[in-house]
């Protein structure tokens, strides 16, 4: 079964600071990775969707790396604001349509 | 993007009473879409795999009797919570792939379900 982790867990940095969210995954058999952004009581933004093919995707101040063979992503934050304060949560597809969703990295931009 | 939308967005039963929860795709067909479950604190974990004109695929753990999934229409799935108990408050979440090629998953905005 696919596992899914996140880490940190949690992260608070002040307003400006450039940041790093990590993703990792048991199973490298993936069809795509994708980020999302939670807010509190909210439903799930698409932020990135990486295909298994490709090494990276940006938008914005948002930039999400795949390395399938590790079994790893990363989501980088460019000059964070406190609007970009929300769960960030990566999902990644196996054959068929079903996402497995990681843990989660709850995130806090002080202003 | 397309548009999921979820309805109702917040609803509260007494014990033992059914919830029907709708899930729609507004401006694209879904032959497939997916229920999730989300406690606090917590991700996401799939429920189920709802097939338009076909029978759901429930994830192991999963209780087929008591989250019925119907699949009537290429735009809409209900998922029925039968006999609610308050250990099944939760936010419940469905997706549908979209968009070319149907890569990608879009969120309907989720029901908050609070059993007393």
């Known amino acids: 079964k696919q596992e899914v982790t996140q880490i940190p867990a949690a992260l608070s940095v002040p307003e400006g600071e450039n940041l790093v969210l990590n993703c990792s995954f048991t199973?490298?058999?993936?069809?795509?990775l994708q980020w999302f952004r939670q807010d509190p009581g909210k439903g799930l933004t698409s932020l990135l969707l990486?295909?298994?093919?490709?090494r990276e995707q940006t938008s914005g101040r948002l930039n999400a790396s795949l390395d399938k063979s590790s079994g790893r992503s990363t989501l980088y934050i460019a000059a964070s604001q406190p609007g970009d304060s929300a769960t960030y949560l990566c999902a990644v597809r196996r054959t068929g349509n079903q996402f497995y969703f990681g843990t989660g990295t709850s995130l806090t931009v002080i202003p | 993007g397309a548009v999921v939308s979820q309805h109702p967005s917040w609803v509260i039963c007494k014990s033992g009473t059914s919830v029907k929860i709708e899930c729609r795709s507004l401006?694209?067909?879904?032959?497939?879409m997916f229920w999730y479950r989300q406690f606090p604190k917590q991700s996401l974990m799939l429920m189920a795999t709802s097939n338009e004109g076909s029978k759901a695929t429930y994830e192991q753990g999963v209780e087929k009797d008591k989250f019925l999934i119907n699949h009537a229409s290429l735009t809409l799935s209900t998922l029925t919570v039968t006999s609610a108990h308050p250990e099944d408050s939760s936010f419940y979440i469905c997706s549908a792939p979209a968009g070319e090629g149907r890569y990608e998953q879009f969120f309907g905005p989720g029901t908050r379900l609070t059993v007393l």
């Open positions: 401006d694209f067909q879904a032959t497939t």
């Open positions: 199973d490298s058999a993936i069809y795509n």
């Open positions: 990486i295909q298994s093919s490709q």
